[in-house]
């Protein structure tokens, strides 16, 4: 109890709360929820999850960049961990490199899995899940597991055309940057990615940014939210770090 008592009173001795540099809080993901069949409500000691959406080049990396520096946030992004995948010549690597070369979506056990584990192996306990989920599968199969859902969605809402722009432009040598398999992506997400925003609206937790201006402009209609969740946020993480410092 007292090492509750003392962990309690170092972190409530900071007079303003700040999402940044709240220690350590390496956690097992699989035991931060409660994981009765159905529920699927975050338990406290969960750590505080946002879903970043947007079609592809509408941004979602650039903001995560902007909201890691500015919150705290540790970036997860989807894309991201399916290529390194592809680079490690893993098990699922040529059919990870065939799926999005054709735009279309990796299974999601293979996904989910990769995500999780690069949670788990974070020390934050504030996470961007970027590019995810990209369909109800994605969505499901991450509820399933985690036995959770995200407490923010961001969706950056882009015009096509800019959108098309912004990926011809991106220059990372990235197999799907082209005009062929860009425009399967856009459909695979007009197509998807509708149900998923209709689902988080219903359940108010989407925010709606339209993601045309400059990236500060944009930033400037983000950063308010992450403004306003800030003491939510800061007390999640207490709670995740109380609970780790008592199991340990
Ligand atoms: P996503 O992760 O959604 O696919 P990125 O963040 O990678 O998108 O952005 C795609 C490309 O567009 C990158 O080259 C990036 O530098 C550029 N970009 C991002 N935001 C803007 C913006 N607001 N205006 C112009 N270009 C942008
Ligand atoms: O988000 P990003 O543009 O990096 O995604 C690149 C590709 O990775 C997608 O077009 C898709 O083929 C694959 N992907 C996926 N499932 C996700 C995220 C990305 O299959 N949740
Ligand atoms: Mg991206």
Redesign the pocket.
């Known amino acids: 109890m007292w090492r509750r008592v003392a962990l309690l009173s170092s972190l409530i001795s900071h007079s303003k709360p700040s999402m940044h540099n709240q220690g350590p809080c390496t956690f097992k993901i699989w035991e931060s929820f409660t994981s009765q069949s159905e529920v699927v409500t975050p338990s406290k000691a969960a750590p505080f999850i946002t879903f970043v959406l ?11 960049a902007k909201i890691v520096e500015a919150f705290g946030f540790t970036h997860v ?1 989807a ?1 991201d961990l399916l290529r390194r995948e592809i680079a490690s010549n893993s098990a699922y690597g040529s059919v990870i490199l065939s799926t999005i070369r054709e735009g279309k979506i990796v299974p999601s056990q293979v996904t989910v899995q990769l995500i999780l584990k690069e949670m788990e192996s974070s020390d934050n306990c504030k996470f961007l899940i ?2 995810f989920p990209r369909s109800e599968e994605n969505r499901k199969a991450f509820e399933q597991v985690i036995g959770a859902e995200p407490d923010v969605v961001l969706f ?1 809402d882009c015009p096509e055309q800019e959108m098309v722009k ?2 011809l ?4 040598g990235r197999v799907d940057d082209n005009i062929e398999t860009i425009k399967k992506r856009l459909e695979v997400f007009d197509e998807l990615n509708w149900p998923i925003v209709n689902y988080y609206t219903q359940r108010g937790k989407l925010h709606r940014i339209n ?5 500060d ?2 930033f400037e209609k983000v950063r308010p939210i992450f403004s306003a969740l800030r003491s939510e946020v800061v007390e999640r993480v207490r709670v995740m770090v109380v609970d780790r410092e008592l199991d340990s």
């Open positions: 947007g079609g592809p080049g509408s941004g979602k990396g650039t903001q995560c992004s894309g970027d590019g950056f912004r990926v432009n991106r220059n990372q993601a045309v201006g400059t990236v402009e944009i």
